[in-house]
């Protein structure tokens, strides 16, 4: 595997790997950027203020620990 599959829970969360992993997966990156920009929108529209802020954090969390899921999904299927 190359190496960026050895991405580890805690490397996730800084800043190189992500930046990297971001780089290496184009559509990826675009994605979260949409997710990032648009579901604190659609928690405006859904439940209101308090929805944007879970939307917030939700897209946050969501670009922080993506890299890290994406990676052990590709692991997974590779086994099977």
Not at 15 to 21: D, G, I, V, Y
Not at 29 to 49: D, E, Q
Not at 67 to 73: A, D, E, G, R, S
Request: no cysteine.
């Amino acid at each position: 595997m190359n190496r960026h599959s050895e991405l580890s829970f805690a490397g996730s969360l800084k800043s190189e790997p992500r930046r990297n992993f971001y780089e290496h997966n184009k559509p990826i990156a675009v994605l979260m950027i949409l997710i990032l920009f648009l579901l604190p929108i659609v928690g405006v529209f859904v439940i209101g203020m308090s929805g944007a802020v879970l939307g917030v954090v939700i897209s946050v969390l969501g670009y922080y620990l993506a890299p890290y899921v994406i990676l052990k999904l590709r692991e997974g299927w590779g086994r099977v």
